[in-house]
């Protein structure tokens, strides 16, 4: 398919377990973006991506958030020592360019749950 | 501080009736205005943007939304609402920059549909 592939869909982990949430973005998106969704509430900016440069990461939570695109295309959140709080769907979302008046395209999102 | 609200959580409307979700944005100046629609499970699928221009915007599947600046509103209609409407509804923004367009949502509404 041409759209945002996320992976895996769903994660369960245990209190205190390290994640990795893969996001495959649309082939050529210069930029990626990823969101964190709590339950109820509308998404929310994590981290920003222009192609391999994180330009923006004001939205982690914490330093337990780690977010990477080491060759401009497939990106990587990573969650150390995950905590209840961080239980969430998390969404990428890619962008032809770097401009403001381009949409998002989202994927289906993973569904973080932390016991 | 940048902020967008939907004063509606939860919206029930009778299949063929007319809708209207309420937005409101709170920026310095105008921002990029933007609806998406989220089925259950599903990322977020872009309905129309705003970005200058003409205030009333057309988007897919018959929704259009109206940019009253005087209100700092931009609410979603749709003439007859279909069963297969029922959704969640996010309505963001991002500023007008020119550069990348971190988005803001509310916390959105969401819509059943009797049949």
């Known amino acids: 398919g041409a759209g945002v592939s996320q992976s895996p869909r769903y994660k369960v982990a245990k209190r205190g377990q390290d994640v990795a949430l893969r996001c495959d973005p649309i082939?050529?998106?210069?930029?990626l973006f990823w969101y964190q969704q709590a339950l109820g509430q509308g998404p929310e900016f994590l981290t920003y991506?222009?192609?391999?440069?994180?330009?923006?990461k004001s939205g982690l939570p914490s330093d337990r958030f780690f977010a990477e695109r080491p060759e401009g295309s497939v990106s990587t959140l990573k969650i150390q020592r995950t905590q209840q709080e961080d239980s969430a769907v998390y969404l990428c979302?890619?962008?032809?360019?770097?401009?403001?008046?381009?949409?998002?395209?989202f994927g289906d999102g993973t569904r973080l749950s932390i016991l | 501080a940048q902020s967008v609200t939907q004063p509606d959580i939860h919206i029930t409307v009778s299949e063929g009736a007319s809708l209207e979700l309420r937005c409101n944005y709170s920026?310095?100046?105008?921002?990029?205005l933007f609806w998406y629609v989220q089925s259950p499970g599903q990322g977020l699928q872009l309905l129309l943007k705003?970005?200058?221009?003409?205030?009333l915007v057309q988007g897919i599947k018959g929704f259009e939304a109206e940019f009253k600046r005087s209100q700092s509103s931009f609410n979603l209609r749709k003439p007859s609402v279909h069963w297969s409407d029922a959704a969640e509804y996010f309505c963001?923004?991002?500023?007008?920059?020119?550069?990348?367009?971190?988005?803001?949502f509310g916390a959105g509404t969401r819509l059943a549909v009797h049949p």
């Open positions: 979302a890619s962008c032809e360019d770097r401009d403001s008046n381009q949409p998002q395209h």
């Open positions: 082939s050529g998106h210069v930029s």
């Open positions: 991506f222009q192609n391999e440069a994180q330009l923006d």
């Open positions: 920026y310095g100046a105008t921002p990029y």
């Open positions: 705003y970005f200058s221009g003409d205030t």
């Open positions: 963001a923004a991002t500023p007008f920059s020119g550069g990348y367009n971190k988005l803001i």
